[in-house]
């Protein structure tokens, strides 16, 4: 009982705390589209500005979304993780400590919830469990 209380409040505390920044970046998208602006945001990798929006809109509320119910949680984790730790080093990587700790707080527990799985109470051990 402990563990799967354990494994569903990192699993679930993480993502309901992550949605919130994906959905500001889901806004700005839209606005940014809808007035036929250009998007102001990172350009990783050469990507542009509106790829590289739209992925961290994915790894911020998409992947948070499916992990909160715990569906295809450690394939979700990873891109959640992969997200926080191009803020914290590539977009924060010039910045203090103090300006990194939440991408890196938020990584460490995706990165637990990549390596742990979804825990008891899960859409993925629901289903496992009805397909005996």
């Known amino acids: 009982m402990t563990n799967a209380l354990g494994l569903f409040l990192l699993r679930a505390g993480t993502s309901f705390l992550m949605i919130p920044h994906g959905w500001a970046k889901y806004e700005r998208l839209t606005q940014a589209l809808e007035a036929d602006e250009p998007v102001k945001f990172m350009n990783f990798m050469g990507l542009g500005t509106t790829v590289s929006l739209s992925l961290t809109i994915f790894?911020?509320?998409?992947?948070?979304?499916?992990?909160?119910?715990?569906?295809?949680?450690?394939w979700f984790a990873a891109p959640a993780a992969f997200t926080m730790l191009v803020a914290a080093f590539i977009a924060h990587g010039a910045d203090p400590l103090a300006e990194k700790e939440h991408a890196l707080l938020y990584a460490i527990a995706f990165l637990g919830v990549l390596?742990?799985?979804?825990?008891?109470?899960?859409?993925?051990?629901?289903?496992?469990?009805?397909k005996v």
């Open 59 to 74: 790894g911020e509320l998409i992947a948070p979304a499916f992990i909160l119910a715990g569906f295809k949680t450690r």
């Open 115 to 130: 390596l742990l799985g979804p825990g008891r109470w899960s859409v993925d051990t629901w289903w496992a469990e009805r």
